[in-house]
């Protein structure tokens, strides 16, 4: 016969209370967030009865002390790291000054289902609780996860309609040629009028610009501004870039192009570029009252992508008015393999001719002809010209005039000078430059070669400069330098070439 198994015990241990009521209660420190996305009014006034509420209701209660209100003024609650008083919050929490957090609604905490998450269990995991009030939701409560995820989803998707809604009203808006307001140096806002011209700060604008159409270099620029003492927007010194951004700004010459850029998403808030590819940009011209005249910022768009390294070598700045000897087409500026890197002038060979191939001439012999032929122009041969009927022709011998009047010779050819006064230059001769004026006169100058290989002369030109430079040009890239790569900078969001001396339009 089986012996019968004997069943475990089990013992209840559990601490005796002593039913004492006198025993003092722990007091919560219990912290109060508060959050508005816009700086608008109403919104304000809606912070400040939040904070004035969450005040009473601390106070309300015996067993409850106020740690403190945090309250984040005008920032969307989609990302967090732009959200100080959040994060100063957590700290405190971290710190051990808080145990406890109430909030209006989930929306309020965060619009952003991962991050509302991601904090909540972080607090639980430090023994902070949060209790939401719109939803009655306290997160010590079991059953809290599960519906803090659904809610958490919904106050995101919330989030993302009203931006889909304020997004396809600025669209509208920018449709109709209504542009967002954008602080810009040299122009205020007053009310309702947008762009007011700031007649101080315009005048630094247009000295920026005059400095840089008549050959300065931005660095030049900067140090100029500094021993003025005049600061940037920022009160600092002004830094080449800056100067970069300011001349290509189009809002100068009184136009606006509108949405150069867009968010990609409510919730990351990254901005991007805008190629049109996605969506369109909407150029306004004439928009407001410039402080820079379209021809002076259409000349220093030109000159900034003539200089620009990034194009590959600088076209500044005879590009667009130095023609080849032997097939018409442009010539592009380039740098040889000798001591110093000379820069030089050869064909682009877009008319396809391997016949000039080999032609190039030195930068320095073009300026030293220039100069040479600009002193050798006759005060009375233009004074002539600028009585004549056609008045184009006149207008720009008066032009011609005022500028050898200021300048009677000049030492550095400056782009300026080369767009008021040359139509064309050309080799007659490997030894003869020919220069159409606007004005209606051509100019023909020797030119005087300090050492033999540097006489352009095709074939014979390679060998008096040596196999190096033999090698050099047969194996370079064949249309890396063509003339499609000079083109202007992105001004308006849409790249156009530069303009031509046959009177192409330059937009």
Partial sequence: M??????????????????????????????????????????????????????????????????????????????????????????????????????????????????????????????????????????????????????????????????????WNQRKRFAEGKPKWSAVYGYDKDGELEYIINEEKAAVVRRIFAEYIQGKSLPEISRSLAKDGIVSPWGKVWTPTVLSKLLKNEKYCGDVLIQKSYTVDHLTHKRVMNDQAVVPSYFVRDHHK????????????????????????????????????IC???????????????????????????????????????????????????????????RRRDEALAQTARVALGMKEELPRIEKVEYYQLDALVERMGFQKWDTMVIEWTFGLKSKVNIRYLKERDIPNHEEQLVSVGSKSLSRLENRQVGRHSPTAFERTNVYGYDSIVALPDGEDIL
């Fill in 2 to 167: 089986k012996e019968k198994k004997q069943q475990p015990t089990v013992e209840v241990i559990q601490r005796q209370t002593t039913g004492c009521t006198n025993a003092p209660q722990k007091i919560k420190r219990v912290a109060a967030y508060c959050r508005v996305s816009t700086e608008l009014e109403e919104q304000q006034s809606s912070l400040e009865l939040q904070m004035s509420a969450f005040r009473e209701q601390i106070d309300a209660r015996p067993d409850w002390e106020l740690a403190g209100i945090y309250a984040d003024n005008g920032i969307t609650g989609t990302q967090v790291q732009n959200r100080t008083e959040f994060l100063r919050m957590m700290e405190d929490c971290e710190n051990g000054m808080i145990d406890y957090i109430i909030t209006k609604s989930i929306s309020r905490f965060a619009r952003n289902t991962l991050e509302c998450l991601s904090y909540v269990r972080h607090l639980k995991e430090m023994g902070v609780f949060v209790y939401f009030e719109k939803e009655r939701l306290d997160t010590s409560s079991g059953t809290s996860e599960m519906l803090l995820s659904i809610l958490a989803a919904v106050a995101q998707e919330e989030s993302r309609n009203i931006s889909e809604n304020i997004k």
């Fill in 290 to 325: 410039p402080i820079v005249d379209r021809k002076t910022f259409e000349l220093a768009q030109i000159i900034l992508s003539l200089k620009d390294r990034h194009k590959g070598a600088t076209q500044y700045p005879y590009y667009g008015r130095l023609f080849c000897p």
């Fill in 328 to 386: 018409g087409g442009k010539m592009i500026r380039s740098c040889i393999q000798e001591h110093g890197h000379p820069p030089v002038w050869r064909c682009s060979q877009e008319n396809g001719s391997d016949q000039c191939r080999s032609y190039f001439i030195k930068e320095k012999y073009i300026d030293r002809a220039f100069c040479e032929a600009y002193a050798d122009l006759d005060i009375q041969t233009l004074e002539k010209q600028a």
